[in-house]
């Protein structure tokens, strides 16, 4: 009976228009801030006397997690499609460089406190990760655009890989705004915003020519790297901790590069 009613629920699916098949695996991809929010909310872990230890090693974790992304997915792949002797590419590299830094700067010169230069943390942090997003529906749409059943079969893989992706990548998200004091209920509404970029990069796919997805990426690989260097790590190290702690904090970014690697 099963194996029927899975071929069933398949035909029904691939026979779906392109732009519902996309966007319902996008709005999936994006949904992984809710169940870790009421994980959080419904088991009160933010009371919890050892929550400020698990945001610890999340955070950790995160780094492990983005680099994974990163250094063994993202810019190989991205790399791969980029012609010898392609100058843009290099461009779009130090383009992105200058935006972030004159964003950073910017806020930083016109924030006349504390409270607004950490702001500026957390509007570069989130900018970035909506820019990840955007090549999420950018990867499932260009999938889905692939001619008849291997469109569907591949778009349906992807959504599930990148889903589980994101439930990782999403915990460390939550990690790094818990730290830096903010709600759960601001952080979730973060996480549902940026998630929604992703909607962008599948409009994106579905209507422009799929050649420019290798400059979109590049941009991915400046974002990353930005938060990393100059945003989660420096946090991390400015946390004071112990011997113990600094051991675990290295297991937690291991850890992290392992499951996204």
């Not at 872990?45 to 995160?62: D, K, P, T, Y």
């Not at 702690?245 to 297991?251: F, G, I, L, N």
Request: aromatic share 14%.
């Amino acid at each position: 009976i099963k194996e029927p009613l899975a071929h069933m629920l398949k035909s029904q699916l691939s026979a779906r228009p392109l732009d519902f098949q996309t966007y319902a695996s996008i709005l999936l991809v994006a949904s992984p801030s809710v169940p870790i929010y009421f994980l959080i909310k419904v088991l009160q872990l933010q009371r919890r006397s050892w929550f400020n230890f698990v945001v610890q090693m999340g955070i950790a974790f995160s780094i492990g997690a983005l680099a994974g992304d990163l250094f063994t997915h993202i810019i190989p792949e991205t790399f791969e499609k980029i012609a010898h002797h392609d100058h843009t590419a290099g461009v779009v590299i130090v383009a992105g460089i200058c935006f972030y830094y004159f964003l950073d700067k910017f806020f930083a010169n016109v924030a006349d406190s504390k409270a607004l230069r950490a702001q500026t943390k957390n509007i570069i942090f989130l900018f970035a990760d909506g820019v990840h997003n955007i090549t999420d529906g950018f990867a499932l749409a260009s999938l889905y655009k692939l001619s008849g059943q291997l469109g569907f079969e591949s778009g349906v893989t992807s959504t599930v890989s990148i889903f589980l992706h994101e439930v990782f990548h999403q915990l460390g998200d939550f990690s790094v705004m818990l730290h830096r004091k903010h709600s759960l209920e601001y952080t979730l509404l973060s996480q549902i915003v940026t998630g929604t970029f992703a909607l962008l990069g599948g409009y994106i796919a579905l209507n422009i020519d799929q050649a420019y997805d290798v400059y979109l990426n590049l941009f991915v690989v400046v974002s990353f790297c930005y938060v990393i260097f100059t945003q989660i790590l420096p946090e991390l190290i400015g946390t004071k901790s112990g011997f113990l702690m600094m051991v675990a904090e290295c297991v937690m970014i291991a850890t992290g590069f392992l499951i996204l690697h």
